[in-house]
């Protein structure tokens, strides 16, 4: 049933939607890599793809 489903979705959103939930987890975890380190680097990786997820 969900592979009926998934068929009828077009594949151009299902993409959006993957990369939109990949983005959002890696946004996660560069905000606490950097809590945890003090790192500006991951600092701004965090800002880059959370943006590219606002802005998509």
């Not at 489903?5 to 959002?24: K, N």
């Not at 600092?43 to 590219?52: G, P």
């Amino acid at each position: 049933m969900v592979l009926l489903a998934v068929s009828r979705i077009q594949w151009g959103v299902l993409t959006m939607i993957i990369s939109i939930v990949v983005d959002a987890s890696r946004v996660k975890v560069l905000k606490q890599a950097d809590k945890e380190h003090g790192s500006q680097a991951l600092a701004a990786d965090a800002l880059h793809f959370s943006r590219e997820i606002k802005y998509t």
